[in-house]
Structures are given as structure tokens and as C-alpha cells.
């Protein structure tokens, strides 16, 4: 607890609230099971009497230094600018959101039906006997211990899809900014992808070295230039749910691209009507990973597929257009609009039902143009190295992030009450992180936590980030997370000596909420007292000064708790327990 710099007494103040606070969010943790926690956590605070009456965590001011996408436009930012707390903040909203998805996924029967996962209702005959009528046999229901297991498979089919999904909108996203770019500033996408996609380039962005070949290779000069959309994204995104909506034009711009809006609903309903899709997804569970990759790497199209495609009788028309490596977003993909113009008399549920099927057929040929291709003559070489970077690395970068959201999730600094002072903190943590780069040429250096953050919010603007560590660090630096966990414990070592002998602090401090509390209060009273109290009254400032951070803890975890229960959120009101 050295870190925290003031006073003497705070030491073991803090101490104390770190061990207080790891109780209380076991309490939070186990509240839904076991509900007596929450409740007796609600009798502290009075709930709101409605929505307006709510608390907002995280606070909007969080977000005040987010940019608009019309500010961005055209503005050479500075070389070495860095990421902003509103930048971190909207990134960790969007963590929140990716880990609320894979929960969603994994948990989901929808998807269990679609992509053919079923619990193994195995049975063993059983001998009974009984004294007076002898022996008798019947059938014994047998647990399947892999279905767990196997429900969580569901997320990897899931990035499949997306990583094939991916593939065509980079083409089509990075053709749509053509005309957009004014000198060398950084580029605005007009509309957010869909969250699969997102997820999916987030991930590869956060491979700066891998990205700059991918879009060297393939000609993608634009998207490299793209501002990450953060103002869009804090939008989209409602932190009481962890949910992400695309805005209706951002999902009729994917829509006219041949891309399901939201691929979570698409493959919910797949297993609720007949579909053209559902005989190729449905073999995802069956399979092992390399009968998958065979199916859509080998670019051997499953019978079944083939013959969906066939079935619908567009293929040799639509074809050649979707497949195209450069069409334009905001055009109506071929498939819709043949589909619409055959069904022009018909009545408005054939139309809807056609709607549907074109949307699958879009559906099946974005999995095969970018997963594998159908073996049609429409095959080209330019969809032949379109997997060069394969979708196989594109699901391993989303399944590494994963684990760095899983962190968050659980660090929950979003939610927390030093929330500013933490991110504040992490970027100028950071900056301090890149001038060690500069210091040490030539060394691996390892981030903290917080740095990290802050460090990945920076990588998701791909040629604003390769500029601003140049700048910065004197060099360009790729971020490889693939580094085993004994070269990171050595280099994270000695990165915290080098931190400890440039800077004088201690370079990966408890970040808890605990800890985060007590060192924001201690910095606003540093900052706001002056010396000249006696040792009584400075003890006296501590002990209130520590039971005022205390209460704040204990009703920002209220809250959480509420939120996670689905209840009324409470307000800073207290109420006799
Ligand atoms: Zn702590």
C-alpha cells in the first residue's frame, strides 16, 4: 500500500478497506445465489421510486472528451495525441459488451439448436432386484459431462460466421471511404458495423503488425486510416444491459450489404422456420475443429449448401456481383434486389418470406466467399486470397481478447466510484509506459493493467496509433500477446524496475475499487488541505475522510448488485436496515 502517498495513518486505512471490499464483492458475486446478500445490502440504500430517479454509473461526464465523428473529420490531430478518458471508458463499455455476448452465446438453446449441439441422452441397462419377484432390467439415464463443454464450443462457431462476415465488410467498408480522404488525417467511417464484425476487427486491430500486412497485401489503404468510431459506439451501447444496438441506418447499410444486422438474432431464428442455412450450421457441433475448417478452408461446399444455393435459382445471376471483391456499401446487394422485383406481385408475407430467403442466401455465400468458396466457376483468385490471413487467426485474436475482457469484467472499473481517477491515471500512465520504450531501445517491455487499457484503447485507430508511438517511443511497437508467461513475468519485472527508477512509483499497484477509492480521496485532500493541522485533527480528517469512501463503496456496489438482479437501482439515500 506504499503507493499511496499522504499520510501515514492511510496505510492501514486502506488495508482495511481492500480486505472490506473483497468481502463485499464476494457478496455481490454470490447474491443470486444466494438472495439475502442482496437483500440485506438493499435495506441500506433506498431504492428509486422510478427509472428517473436512478442513478447513472457510469456518469456521463465520464464521456465528456469524446469527439464526434464530424469534429474528426479532416483534423490532423496531433502526432503524439493520446487516447482520451472518454476513449477508455467507451472501450471498456464495449468489453462489457463483448463478454455480455459470449455469455449470451454460450447460455443460448436457440444456438444450441442451430448449430446442432445436443446433450447425449445416453442410457445403460441397470439390473433390479427385488427379494420376492427376483431380477428385473431397466433403463438408466446417463449425465453428459461434456455438454458444458460442448455448449461453449458455440461461441467459436459463432466467430466463424463473424470472421467470414468480417472479411467482406473490410472490402466493402474501406471501398465506401474512397473520396473521403483529406490530406493526412484520419479517416470516419459513415456507419458502425455490425457487433460480430466489430468484435472481430477490434481484436485484429489490437495486432497492429498483422493488420498493416493484411491491409498492405490487400489493398485496404482506408480502413488503416479509420479514427476508431468511439462516439458511435458509446451510443450504440447501454451500459445497464451491457447491449449493443446498431442505429437503423448503420443496419440498412449492413443490410444492403448482404450482412444480417445483428448475427445473434439471425442465428436464433435460423432453428425456428425452415431455412437454407440451417443444414450447413447445424454440423458445427457434430464436428471437430478440422472437419470445419476442411468444410469452409478447403472451399468444399457442403451438399447441403450447394444445394440451397441451387435451389434458390439466383446463383449464376448473383453470383459474379457478390462476390466481388469492391462493391459499394449503400447499394442493394443483387440477391434482395432480384428477390424483391420476382416477388413484386406477390401478397406481403410471400414478399417478407423471400426477404428471408435472399437474406440466407447472402448469408451462405459471405460464409463461402470468405470461410471457403462454393465450387462454382464463379470462383476467382481474388477470393482465393482473401484468407490469406485466415479466419482461423481472426478467431484466435477475438478468443486471446477474451481473456482481456474477462479481466476487466472482473477489475469492473466502469462501475467503480474512482472510475475518472483511475483512466485519468491509466493514460498518463501510459505516456510514461512509451517513454520507457524510448529509454530501453530494443527491449520488451510489458504493460500494467491500467496501461493496457489504455494502451489497446490507442491500437484501435491502426495508422493514428503507428504515428503517435513513433512520435512517443521513438520507434514502432507491435503488441504481441502471444508471449508465453515466464518471458512476461521476467520482462514485467523489469519493466517495473525501470518504471520505479524513471518515475519513483510503484508500477503495478492493487487497482481494486478499494484501493482506486482511497487513493483518489487521498489525492483530492493532498491536493485541496493544506499542511499546519495538528496530529489530532489530521486523524480526525482521516477517520471521516476514510468512513466517507467507505459509504461510497458500499452504495456503488448496491447499485451493481441492483443492476445484476435485475431491480430497482437504489439511490444515496439511506434507510433503517
Ligand atoms: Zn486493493
Known sequence: MSHLAGSHLIGAHTKALHETGKQEVVSIQSHAKHPIYYQQQETVWRPARDSLEEPVIPAPSLFATLVSPADHAGGDAEADALPTVGECATHLQLLHVFYALRVRIVESAEL?????????????????YRSRYGSSKYQHP??????????????????????????????????????????????????????????????????????????????????RKVAFPWAQIHSA??????????????????DSAGLAPDLFAFLADVSKAPSLVAPT?????????????????????????????????????????????????????????????????????????????????????????HGGTPTTPNTTTATATATAYSNTA?????????????????????????????????????????????????????????????????????????????????????????????????????????????????????????????AEAMEREVNGNGDGDGEEEEEDRMGKLVDAVQDELHYYRSVEAARRAGKRLPVREKVAA
Open 237 to 254: 451501447i447501454d451500459s445497464r444491459t451491457d447491449t449493443f444496438t446498431l442505429p437503423k441506418d448503420a443496419a440498412a447499410s449492413a
Open 394 to 518: 481472426l478467431i484466435a485474436n477475438v478468443q486471446r481478447q477474451a481473456v482481456f475482457a474477462d479481466k476487466m469484467h472482473a477489475q469492473l472499473w466502469l462501475r467503480s466510484p474512482a472510475a475518472a481517477h483511475t483512466l485519468s491515471r491509466a493514460v498518463s500512465r501510459y505516456a510514461q509506459f512509451l517513454s520507457l520504450f524510448r529509454a530501453h531501445p530494443g527491449q520488451t517491455l510489458v504493460p500494467a493493467l491500467d496501461v493496457d487499457l489504455a494502451w489497446h484503447t490507442h491500437q484501435l485507430s491502426a495508422s493514428a496509433y503507428c504515428a503517435g508511438v513513433r512520435a512517443r517511443a521513438g520507434r514502432f511497437i507491435d503488441h504481441d500477446d502471444k508471449l508465453g508467461a515466464g518471458v512476461l513475468k521476467g520482462a514485467l519485472e523489469r519493466t517495473a524496475e525501470w518504471y520505479f527508477v524513471a518515475f519513483g512509483g510503484l508500477y503495478a499497484p492493487c487497482l481494486c475499487w478499494d484501493c482506486e477509492a482511497a
Open 142 to 223: 446417463l449425465g453428459d459431462a461434456t455438454w458444458k463443454a460442448r455448449r461453449k464450443e458455440k461461441f467459436k462457431y459463432y466467430l466463424v460466421v463473424a470472421a467470414a462476415r468480417f472479411q467482406e465488410w473490410v472490402r466493402k467498408a474501406d471501398a465506401a471511404l474512397a473520396g473521403t480522404e483529406q490530406g493526412t488525417g484520419s479517416l470516419c467511417l459513415a456507419f458502425l458495423p455490425p457487433l460480430d464484425v466489430l468484435m472481430v476487427w477490434h481484436a485484429f486491430l489490437l495486432n497492429p503488425r498483422d493488420f498493416e500486412d493484411y491491409c498492405r497485401k490487400h489493398r485496404l489503404g482506408r480502413i
Open 281 to 369: 450450421l447445424v454440423r458445427f457441433g457434430g464436428s471437430t475443429d478440422e472437419s470445419i475448417q476442411r468444410q469452409l478452408d478447403n472451399r468444399v461446399a457442403p451438399a447441403a449448401a450447394a444445394t440451397a444455393i441451387l435451389c434458390t435459382g439466383r446463383s449464376t445471376s448473383t453470383s459474379p456481383k457478390n462476390t466481388d471483391p469492391s462493391p459499394s456499401l449503400g447499394v442493394p446487394a443483387s440477391a434482395s434486389a432480384s428477390a424483391s422485383a420476382s416477388a413484386s406481385s406477390s401478397t406481403a408475407t410471400r414478399q417478407s418470406k423471400t426477404t428471408t430467403i435472399s437474406a440466407e442466401f447472402n448469408f451462405l455465400l459471405v460464409l463461402f466467399t
Open 112 to 128: 444450441d439448436k442451430t448449430f446442432g449441439v445436443e446433450q447425449n441422452r445416453t442410457t445403460v441397462w441397470r439390473t433390479r
